[in-house]
């Protein structure tokens, strides 16, 4: 009797254990089953609207930098793509469609066109990039606390225009600085208030031409030659998009040409303190990331500026204006 109740009491603690490793494979079951719920939840595809004013490589890898972020944080996108061309009303028109569509997060790459979604929407999140002065054009209230529907990152880094304007004065020598730009375009005009403020201080003229359309910005290039020692070609959207235009006149002339980014260096600008549009682009992404998958609010994120401004020279365009590059000007060397 003793060892039939031994037994049962061994049973009955068999039976307790394997009750008990049950309800833990249960309780594990349902984690598991939480997680993949979640993964679903991450899994949903979004969809996201793209206006851009215009196509030109610097725009065109800031766009290719802000979809890679949001590919490498794992999100589905449903992208729907606007281009302007240059045209004020075709961008007012797709920003317009991209709000009236449903999209989920807007991204405007180039200070018209965040200005044409920031005024057809106060609801849809905004991330924008390719914009110098986010706080002049109204985007954001400041670059910390933008407040709004509106958050992204800008194209100008604070040391670039002081830097080229020192680069002009002291290493080219040069006096009278020409400029091309589009008078019409907010960033600009912003960008050659800054440059006229620097070269008040070292010393150097501005020569201002203006160009309303790509088309003209030869013509007005043109206008600059017997008048000027160099040009400051800064990221104006309807000047880098006719770039070679501008580089055509000046390199027959051998008029040295500093532009605003590198992009416009590969492309044959001699010089430029800049960065990489492609990374503003994809820090853009990220904030777009925050917003989607964390469920931050624009008005959370602070606007960023460009990191790692470095100085390029294209050694192709020195060599064919006569410009000896030195080593002490810290440059990275590109052909």
Known sequence: MKKMKKYALLLMSVIIILALAACGSKDESSSSGTKDKNAATDGKTYKVGITQIVEHPSLNEATKGFKAALKDAGLKVDYQTKIAQGDQSVNTTAANNLVGSGVDLIFANSTPSAQAVAA?????????????????????????????????????????????????????????????????????????????????????????????????????????????????????????????????????????????????????GLGAYGFSYYDIGYEAGQKAVEILKDGKKPADIPVAYPANLKLEINKTTADKIGVDIKEDWKAEVVK
């Open 120 to 268: 057809a929407t106060t609801d849809i999140p905004i991330v924008f990039t390719s914009v110098t002065d986010a706080v002049g054009a109204e985007l954001v209230k400041s670059m910390e606390k933008p407040g709004g529907n509106v958050t992204g990152t800008v194209d100008t880094h604070p040391d670039a225009i002081p830097n080229t304007i020192k680069f002009l004065s002291e290493q080219l020598s040069a006096k009278k600085v020409g400029m091309v730009f589009n008078s019409g375009e907010q960033n600009s005009r912003a960008q050659v208030d800054g440059v006229k403020k620097e070269a008040k201080k070292a010393g150097i003229t501005i020569v201002e031409a203006s160009a309303s359309t790509s088309a003209e910005v030869k013509q007005a290039t043109e206008s600059l030659v017997g008048k000027v020692d160099a040009i400051y070609i800064i990221t104006d959207n309807t000047v880098v998009s006719a770039l070679e235009s501008v580089l055509d006149v000046a390199n027959e002339k051998k008029i040295p040409v500093m532009v605003g980014e590198l992009d416009s260096v590969k492309r044959g």
